[in-house]
């Protein structure tokens, strides 16, 4: 049997180990090679790389794309986007939805691994239809929890829905690590029996559990799984491709990757890793297994994000009952699976209810948003008790949110007028407004300078 492998060193790898500060240029040189070694994707946008570009990179994403496209011409090239939320935080319109998927096709992308943080099928339906019109493969991941609601017939139930919806493949999104072997196993063998869609996995290293879970999916029948070349693999990334790669070919599975080709990869992303170590960007503490995940259940970013905030608030010793209440906040929104934005949501209403003293006496604008129905419908019941104290006499929206909102690109395209040079500018505009702004006018000067400089250089 063939195994799919899909690269994620451009993306998740740098996303989970380097907050995804991998420049263009630090990896053009590699691309041609990664062309050659026989993945069935790279994984090389969309998630936080979209964002980082702009606010941090001085790169416009859509050029890096182009330019990745340019260079690497057999291999499937794949990006993950967050439904309605497509790069951002919060709910598009349609029109928006669909002009951002159509131009990610056109500008080179093969596969759109879409999810949606509570599995609210109706915030991913606009993306599926469009990829599909644009000839991409629309590949849906289910966002991976455990909980009382999330029981092997719901999530076949969910995936059947999916196949309805017209998705071309299939995606497990364990994005904490927290999915066990056994887990994946059964989740893997119950999926295979009612779908024949082609299914990959997607985990993390963290809680040290991904190599045995790759292995119980692969011998469950997943077609594909996430890996990462192995300088920037392990912790928060995800397992080394040469090492699954070894492990699977010698137990009869095929899987197309040349490891000639692997190790010119590895010699090329040695030093990088080296470099970013020696820079303090990567912190070997993201390299550690943490199994303390497994005991809490929480992703490893959410649980940095609740220390952070219980030091600024000189509370750290509260850290325990913190710990305690946010399975309890948790479970009164309905057992949400936890990923941006429900993990943040979740964490820092945990923390407020402890130290405030009384459960939901003070709640974020994103709580009561996520009450109102904004993000979609949790996957277990809501505490109406918790509705009632935080929304009073308001009901909660039970409608697909995108619909209550406006047709949004001709008006981004009218207001940001000449400062947008073509339509990618306008949904990278609509998306992070101030920091479009920002990053187009200095865009500008850059390239006056240029011109002065060559000016100059003729003289
Ligand atoms: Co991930």
């Known amino acids: 049997m063939k195994i799919q492998i899909t690269e994620t060193v451009l993306r998740d790898a740098g996303q989970s180990l380097i907050a995804t500060r991998l420049p263009y240029d630090k990896f053009e040189g590699v691309l041609e090679t990664l062309d050659k070694a026989g993945y069935y994707s790279l994984e090389c946008w969309g998630g ?156 993390h290293s963290t809680t040290g559990l991904a190599y045995m879970t790759y292995l119980k999916a692969v011998e469950a029948g997943a077609e594909g799984i996430d890996t990462a070349i192995s300088p920037f693999s392990g912790g928060t990334s995800q397992p080394a491709t040469e090492t699954l790669v070894y492990t699977l070919e010698q137990m009869g599975y095929s899987t197309s990757v040349d490891t000639s080709v692997l190790s010119d990869i590895n010699d090329y992303f040695a030093p990088l890793a ?39 608030a000189g509370a750290i010793d509260r850290l325990g009952e913190v710990l305690a209440e946010t399975p309890r906040v948790r479970e009164d929104m309905g057992y949400p699976p936890l990923v941006t934005p429900s993990s943040q949501i979740i964490g820092v209403q945990a923390a407020t209810n402890v130290l405030v003293g009384e459960r939901y006496k003070s709640v974020s604008k994103e709580i009561s948003a996520y009450l109102r129905g904004e993000y979609g419908t949790p996957p277990g019941k809501v505490n109406p008790e918790v509705i009632r104290k935080v929304l009073g006499e308001e009901k909660p929206h039970t409608g697909r949110f995108a619909d209550t909102l406006k047709d949004g690109f001709e008006a981004g395209k009218a207001e940001i007028g000449d400062k947008a040079r073509c339509d990618e500018d306008v949904l990278s505009y609509i998306i992070f407004p101030q920091v479009y702004e920002k990053f187009a006018a200095e865009r500008d000067e850059r390239e006056r300078n240029r011109v002065k400089y060559t000016i100059t250089k003729v003289k």
């Open 48 to 203: 936080a790389t979209f964002d980082t570009c702009l606010r941090y990179l001085d790169e416009d994403p859509w050029v890096r794309l182009r330019e990745i496209r340019k260079r690497v011409k057999r291999t499937k090239l794949q990006m993950l986007l967050r439904g309605q939320n497509l790069l951002g935080y919060k709910h598009y319109p349609d029109d928006v939805v669909r002009k951002f998927v159509e131009l990610s096709v056109k500008n080179g992308i093969d596969v759109i691994r879409i999810f949606d943080a509570l599995n609210d099928l109706r915030n991913i339906e606009t993306c599926v239809s469009e990829t599909i019109k644009h000839k991409g493969d629309a590949q849906v991941a289910i966002s991976y929890t455990s909980s009382p609601v999330h029981t092997l017939e719901n999530y076949v139930q969910l995936i059947k829905k999916i196949e309805e919806m017209g998705a071309t493949s299939l995606c497990i999104k364990d994005m904490a690590g927290i999915m066990s072997p056994k887990e994946c196993y059964d989740l893997v063998k119950a999926i295979k029996e009612n779908s024949s869609l082609p299914l990959h996995v997607h985990t």
């Open 274 to 312: 080296e470099e970013y170590l020696e820079s303090g960007l990567l912190d070997p503490r993201v390299l550690m297994t943490d199994a303390g995940i497994l005991k809490y259940q929480i992703p490893g970013g959410m649980l940095s994000n609740l220390i952070s905030q219980l030091k600024s």
